[in-house]
């Protein structure tokens, strides 16, 4: 593209007093236009990262249980605590589970099963789902508990029971 001899170029007035007045030409809008798009793709770049950052920094525990990391002491911790919560609530499916106990079988346990939600993350158990029922017969996703019980907590979500009372009254009888 060649320069238009004809073409004036634009005279913008500073309105100081005794300041000449500055030629700007195309070149120094498209300058300012790289600049600025520049500036605003960093500008996106950096809030995307922090908020990938935000994001994954809740989760880092979840993600060492699912074997993601490699080996090390924080790895050999999750794999301990998920050995004692499977100790105090053995994962198993849902039916089985049903089986195992007794005095709940009835029509209500049928009905009950049609539209059982687990509250950790909300969506329905079927009778194939494999679950951890604690000893307050409280029953969630094997997924959904490991979660929540790797990131701390050693009690219920719902009724805030401790996972291992059992376990404590027993060594008090």
Excluded at 87 to 110: C, F, N, Q
Excluded at 131 to 140: D, G, N, Y
Aim: negative net charge; glycine residues 6%; contains cysteine.
């Amino acid at each position: 593209m060649e320069a238009n001899p004809n073409q004036q170029p634009l005279e913008i007035d500073t309105g100081i007093p005794g300041n000449h007045r500055h030629r700007s030409t195309a070149k120094d809008f498209t300058f300012l236009g790289i600049f600025l798009l520049l500036w605003v793709v960093v500008s996106i770049c950096s809030v995307l990262w922090l908020l990938r950052i935000s994001r994954t920094g809740r989760g880092t525990l979840t993600i060492m249980a699912d074997g993601i990391i490699e080996e090390g002491p924080a790895y050999d911790d999750a794999k301990a605590r998920l050995q004692s919560l499977d100790a105090a609530a053995p994962s198993k499916t849902l039916r089985d589970w049903l089986k195992d106990m007794p005095g709940i079988h009835s029509h209500l346990v049928e009905y009950s099963t049609q539209s059982l939600i687990c509250t950790i993350c909300l969506d329905p158990v079927f009778d194939e789902s494999v679950v951890h029922a604690l000893q307050c017969r409280h029953v969630f996703h094997g997924k959904c508990l490991e979660s929540w019980f790797l990131n701390g907590h050693d009690n219920c979500p719902l009724c805030l029971l401790s996972l291992f009372s059992g376990a404590s009254q027993e060594q008090e009888d």
